[in-house]
């Protein structure tokens, strides 16, 4: 018989996860304490920007493999395998994780369960969750309801998530019994058939699998950036540096690319969530150096405003274009967003800045109201004193600078994420300003 999945939690995660198991074959129902959520997503109506997404939300919400509900006594009657996918964002107040949602869940499906059935965490968790919840488990499950435990985390990439679900680069599960690891197999029979990386551990080393992972990430974005405050200084091309080192196989060149640095739902509160963990666990100097790379992160967005003013001279009364405020293209997503907090930043030195994202406005302007959006490109750069690309979408790098040209007040461009044809926009009658490169540009408006 063919297991049948819940997911709980219905935000980014659990929509695609649940939207993806229907697609693989499974019957799956999903689960949110949020109505109107639950309303919208039955009628296959996403909240979310995700190519993809869309199509397969309507498809199996329409052939009945995907249902959505708010009664956990439904899920625990329905589900063999019950999947956590709520969030744990950061603590007021804190660097640690807050764990409430992934408690009450994890909770809550235990004591609904009426038969045999395994919990399975996908949320990013600090070290030594897992164990613990298993315990609650145990605490909560009723007389004569085996429910197994396991970790199985997650590793999508925003813009690429379908494709990151459906075809894996590798799957890692934190399990502490044979049962539950045939089951993990069964779900995923697909993917281990096509050869995927299939790795079976403890829950400790799940846990930090995905949080190593992120960490590193982010610290060789911030080294690129801090290199890029080098050549910034004495000169040299940081695109050639980044491509030069990359070729080395040891290191790779994604993720190399300098620019106003990380932000998103993930990289920026998971390292923060880690040194906390570590920190409870009486290793305050192991992590210490994501400090540093939180900081060289989070620099680079001074950067970016100081080039404007230096550029502009006063920002106040100054028009500027902002090219794009999700925190990475192909999403919608502006939570701790550099382009979203560059713009702000802008915006309160008294530039008049004009923003368009081609899917992050409406969430931008939750967050910050008082910019003017804009729904188009054209609209966004006329009589604009300074064009500022913050976000590399498609749209923004394949645009036609001199067709630009002709609407801007004046011809100064910064590409924040270095993505630009420098000699072809100079070609153009452009100035043209990116992090990581010594501007003689900049040294004569310092100088004026």
């Given amino acids: 018989m063919t297991l049948r999945l819940t997911v709980i939690g219905t935000g980014y995660l659990g929509a695609t996860h649940a939207a993806c198991m229907a697609e693989l074959g499974f019957e799956v129902l999903g689960v949110d304490v949020d109505k109107e959520k639950i309303d919208s997503l039955s009628r296959g109506e996403l909240p979310i920007h995700e190519p993809g997404l869309p199509e397969l939300l309507r498809k199996h919400t329409e052939s009945g493999r995907l249902r959505f509900t708010t009664s956990f006594e439904e899920a625990g009657a329905f589900g063999d395998v019950h999947f956590i996918a709520v969030g744990t964002p950061q603590r007021a107040g804190e660097h640690a994780a807050d764990m409430t949602y992934v408690d009450a869940s994890v909770a809550a499906i235990a004591r609904a369960a009426t038969k045999d059935s395994l919990i399975v965490g996908k949320s990013t968790v600090p070290v030594g969750s897992a164990r613990r919840l298993k315990g609650l488990v145990a605490e909560e499950a009723r007389d004569g309801v085996t429910v197994n435990f396991a970790w199985n985390p997650e590793f999508l990439r925003e813009g690429f998530a379908v494709e990151d679900t459906l075809r894996p680069d590798r799957l890692v599960i934190g399990v502490d019994s044979a049962s539950a690891e045939a089951t993990l197999r069964e779900v995923y029979a697909d993917a281990i058939s096509r050869e995927t990386p299939f ?204 067709e630009l040209a002709a609407a801007v007040s004046h011809k100064r461009m910064f590409d924040g994420r270095n993505v630009l044809d420098h000699e072809k926009w100079t070609a153009a009658g452009w100035d043209i300003v990116s992090l990581g490169h010594k501007s003689e540009l900049l040294e004569l408006a310092a100088a004026n």
């Fill in 199 to 402: 790795i079976s551990t403890d829950f400790e080393t799940a846990e930090l699998v995905k949080v190593a992972a992120n960490a590193f990430l982010a610290t060789k974005i911030s080294f690129i950036n801090a290199f890029s405050e080098v050549t910034e200084t004495v000169g040299g091309n940081i695109r050639t540096l980044a491509d030069a080192i990359g070729l080395d196989a040891r290191i790779g060149r994604r993720f190399l690319n300098a620019g106003i640095g990380f932000g998103g739902g993930c990289l920026p509160k998971d390292i923060r969530a880690l040194q906390a963990r570590v920190s409870e666990l009486g290793l305050d100097s192991t992590m210490r150096f994501l400090n540093e790379v939180d900081e060289v992160n989070l620099r680079r967005r001074d950067r970016a405003v100081h080039v404007a003013e230096t550029l502009l001279g006063a920002l106040e009364g100054k028009r500027v274009a902002v090219l794009g405020v999700a925190f990475k293209p192909n999403s919608d997503d502006v939570r701790d967003s550099p382009a979203l907090d560059v713009a702000a930043r802008l915006f309160n030195s008294g530039a008049d800045v004009s923003v368009y994202d081609p899917a992050a406005n409406a969430n931008a302007a939750k967050r910050y109201p008082r910019l003017n959006y804009v729904d188009s490109l054209a609209t966004a750069v006329a009589d604009a004193d300074l064009v500022m690309l913050l976000t590399e979408w498609n749209e923004f790098v394949n645009v036609d600078p001199a």
